[in-house]
């Protein structure tokens, strides 16, 4: 993986401590593993890639399968493990394998990547455990738009849970972040979620969504685009996120 910041601004970020190892050649630094091997999933968001679902998919790797897998990745020394989903907090063989990598590469460094909506006993013991680092998905503070978006989702749980993963994150010196999807529906709530993040000290990913095409802004036509351009220009957004 590529910092595109470190490569063009030369500025070094929190997780270039854990790509690029001090003291480490280049030859012996092992790559960041994203683990993205579920469709299981409790929402129904409108521009998930993923084809997301309740049910787990007949061809996922088996329980059994993904404890090798970790083994072979301990045995290989992989610093970081990615899990995303689906949603990794809704699938409980992959507590097993969390349990399987702390128990076989305790100084891993796990990211998962959740949409917020579970937390509960069995997610606060795990974290307890290993070295988690938390980023939420989050694309509107509007509570009506947010559940057009990310559908069965709640806003109210989403952001009690964000504040209990940032003080989790906190605790442990670790960052949190917040994954934003860029889309039609949400277009003018940019400068409203960079506020969000900047006063409770969250970093921000947004991601360019390409389909499904009529929610992506690359089909906006060029009334629309200015329109949102002269929208952004009345917003003096902070730096700090």
Not at 63 to 70: F, G, N, P, R, V
Not at 144 to 149: D, Q, T
Request: aromatic share 12%; net charge positive; proline share 4%.
């Amino acid at each position: 993986m590529i910092n595109c910041t470190r490569l063009l601004c030369a500025k070094k970020g929190f997780y270039d401590e854990i790509r690029y190892a001090k003291g480490k050649p280049a030859d012996t630094n092992r790559p960041i593993v994203v683990w993205n091997t579920t469709k299981s999933c409790n929402l129904s968001c409108v521009h998930c890639y993923f084809d997301a679902r309740a049910k787990r998919d007949k061809d996922e790797l088996s329980t059994e399968q993904a404890k090798a897998m970790i083994d072979d990745l301990a045995l290989f020394g992989a610093p970081v493990l990615l899990f995303s989903g689906g949603e990794p907090f809704l699938i409980n063989s992959y507590f097993e394998i969390w349990n399987k990598i702390i128990e076989t590469n305790p100084s891993c460094n796990i990211f998962v990547q959740t949409n917020g909506s579970i937390l509960n006993d069995k997610v606060k013991n795990i974290l307890g455990k290993g070295n988690f680092f938390i980023g939420i998905s989050l694309d509107s503070l509007n509570h009506e738009l947010y559940k057009k978006i990310r559908v069965n989702a709640n806003l109210e749980t989403t952001l009690y849970n964000i504040e209990y993963f940032k003080n989790y994150n906190h605790k442990n010196n670790r960052p949190t972040g917040l994954s934003v999807c860029v889309m039609n529906q949400n277009r003018f709530e940019i400068p409203a979620i960079t506020e969000f993040c900047s006063k409770n000290n969250l970093t921000i990913l947004y991601n360019t969504i390409r389909f499904p095409a009529k929610d992506a802004v690359w089909i906006l036509n060029s009334y629309e685009l200015k329109e949102l351009i002269d929208k952004y220009s009345l917003f003096d957004l902070p730096i700090k996120t």
